[in-house]
């Protein structure tokens, strides 16, 4: 019953953009920190970005910061993640996840809990 569902992966050309979306069923995401990660070809997990529960604090890998922007839509139970200016090393499968308020600040895939199935994201000429 516990599930995210990801939305808005796909094929872009280098310098597009995406945006993600995240919604929740069988909980509420207000209650948790909610974060983006993502798998590349060969490569561990990356905390791409993470949001708190309460003030909108949020986190950026150093590889995303002025290009990506989370928010989050409580009233609706979703999360968006919008990429721009984006890079072929951006490639990845991106995942959704929800885990305890304080997990944001870390934003490390061993704190969070609830996991989407994930979606591609692809960026290619």
């Known amino acids: 019953q516990l599930q995210f569902v990801e939305s808005g992966g796909g094929l872009v050309q280098p310098g597009g953009s995406l945006r993600l979306s995240c919604a929740a069923s069988?909980?509420?995401?207000?209650?948790?920190?909610i974060g983006w990660f993502r798998q590349a070809p060969g490569k561990e997990h990356e905390g791409v970005s993470c949001?708190?529960?309460?003030?909108?604090?949020?986190y950026y890998a150093d590889s995303v910061k002025g290009r990506f922007t989370i928010s989050r839509d409580n009233a609706k139970n979703t999360v968006h993640l919008q990429m721009n200016s984006l890079k072929p090393e951006d490639t990845a499968v991106y995942y959704c996840?929800?885990?305890?308020?304080?997990?944001?600040?870390?934003?490390?895939?061993?704190?969070?809990?609830?996991w989407g199935q994930g979606t591609q994201v692809t960026v290619s000429s």
């Open positions: 996840a929800a885990g305890p308020r304080t997990s944001w600040y870390r934003c490390r895939v061993g704190a969070f809990d609830y």
């Open positions: 069988g909980f509420t995401l207000d209650y948790y920190a």
């Open positions: 949001i708190n529960s309460n003030d909108g604090n949020s």
